[in-house]
């Protein structure tokens, strides 16, 4: 069995933006008007969490090769 970090590490990244994305997706109690700035606030450090996670995994696959 060949070892394959790359594909991995992008799969892992994939994995952790799709659950950022559908976590910020959710049923919420946001008034009808949009989202309140606390709500706009957590989604937007998931996405910069899973960015950091994706350009980590992209250096580590780098390293690996």
């Excluded at 309140?36 to 606030?41: L, R, T």
Aim: glycine share 4%.
């Amino acid at each position: 069995m060949t070892r394959r970090p790359a594909a991995t590490a992008a799969l892992a990244a994939l994995a952790l933006a799709a659950a950022a994305l559908l976590t910020a997706c959710g049923p919420t109690a946001a008034p009808a008007d949009g989202p309140d700035s606390a709500q706009v606030q957590q989604m937007q450090q998931k996405v910069d969490a899973a960015d950091s996670a994706a350009a980590q995994a992209d250096d580590n696959a780098g390293q690996d090769n």
